[in-house]
């Protein structure tokens, strides 16, 4: 999966309480992204990153915020997750907007 | 607005025949195009990408897709599929904004494929 590594792999969770996850990547690519993957709706983009601090809202931003303190890391934060945010969540990685993205393995978020 | 449509939220096909998934997109200016392909429980991979140096594109595994600007279509195709190719395929569509600049990508909704033996 392109030397990027999402954790955890499988998470169940209560309502209201907080999760993050991670992304870490190797390949020193500017350019980092969420979505999430939900039955009929493809994927859709939730926050990405340009650079170190710098990181702006998908189509589907509401409940979620991210953190870029490092190049190689990304985190997702739901700070009070919401039965509605149970989905698969996936990281990926681009060295430009609208280039080739690559993908992680994807995060299995229940909340029950 | 750039958006694209994936026309079949399911394609079933036997191991041997070929493999038709369409997609339509609708964009502004100069697109570029990609499909993905995401096998059970894995993340996507790229099968293959457009950018206008060549109308039809061939991508890994068999796949091609050729680029109707006409049609505003970008249809993925496989002369005969294998059991292998069971997957969903994305269509995935970024678009240049009045900026110059590139979007972000938008996928579509999905197809998924089902090869019988």
């Known amino acids: 999966d392109a030397g990027i590594t999402q954790s955890p792999r499988h998470k169940v969770t209560e309502t209201g309480t907080p999760v993050t996850l991670r992304c870490h990547q190797t390949e020193n690519h500017r350019y980092m992204y969420w979505y999430r993957q939900d039955p009929g709706h493809g994927l859709r983009l939730i926050h990405y990153?340009?650079?170190?601090?710098?990181?702006d809202k998908g189509e589907v931003s509401d409940g979620y915020s991210v953190s870029r303190s490092k190049t190689e890391d990304f985190l997702l934060t739901l700070e009070s997750a919401t039965s509605s945010q149970t989905s698969v969540y996936f990281c990926?990685?681009?060295?430009?907007?609208?280039?080739?993205?690559?993908f992680g393995a994807g995060t299995r978020l229940s909340v029950l | 607005a750039q958006s694209v449509t994936q026309l079949d939220s399911h394609v079933s096909v036997s191991e041997g025949t070929p493999v038709l998934l369409r997609c339509n997109y609708s964009s502004s200016y100069s697109p570029s195009l990609f499909w993905y392909v995401q096998h059970p429980n894995k993340g996507l991979q790229l099968l293959l990408k457009?950018?206008?140096?060549?109308?039809l594109v061939k991508g890994i595994n068999g796949f091609e897709a050729e680029f109707k600007k006409s049609e505003t279509s970008f249809h993925l195709t496989k002369p005969s599929a294998h059991m292998s190719d069971a997957a969903e395929y994305f269509c995935?569509?970024?678009?240049?904004?009045?900026?110059?600049?590139?979007?972000?990508?938008?996928f579509g909704k999905g197809t998924k494929l089902s090869v019988k033996p």
């Open positions: 990926a990685i681009s060295t430009r907007v609208g280039n080739i993205q690559y």
């Open positions: 457009y950018t206008s140096a060549a109308t």
């Open positions: 990153s340009y650079g170190v601090k710098d990181t």
């Open positions: 995935v569509v970024s678009d240049r904004n009045y900026g110059g600049s590139q979007g972000n990508l938008i």
